[in-house]
């Protein structure tokens, strides 16, 4: 199997670094820890790989990227060819690091709050 380079955004420990790994299934699956994979479009060239249930897990954890959107768990960025086909990112860890934050959804006597961590 190809090895490929992505980014991996991780909300445990709210961090965002350049992971290598083998291009398969399994390996989306053990890297965001989740059974069943999503995407969403982060530029016209790259996918977010996310958690296709991070919602219905009851999360704590989540991360936003600047004009991408909210999502729970963890992802990873990854780029794609013409027929689709995932691939290394083509992407400046530390600017994709400046479109990220963290946060967590807190209960403070009935209001929901939005706190950032990072």
Request: proline share 1%; glycine share 8%.
């Amino acid at each position: 199997m190809k090895k490929i380079k992505g980014i991996l955004i991780d909300s445990e420990s709210n961090t965002v670094k350049e992971v290598e790994f083998e291009n398969s299934l399994t390996s989306y699956y053990d890297m965001i820890k989740c059974d069943c994979v999503t995407t969403v479009l982060y530029d016209k060239k790259h996918d977010v790989i996310l958690d296709d249930e991070g919602l219905l897990k009851s999360p704590e954890k989540f991360f936003e990227i600047s004009g991408v959107g909210e999502f729970a768990g963890n992802g990873v960025i990854v780029s794609f060819n013409g027929d689709g086909e995932w691939q290394s990112h083509k992407l400046k860890v530390e600017e994709v690091k400046k479109r990220v934050k963290f946060f967590q959804i807190v209960n403070l006597n009935g209001s929901i709050l939005k706190v950032y961590l990072s």
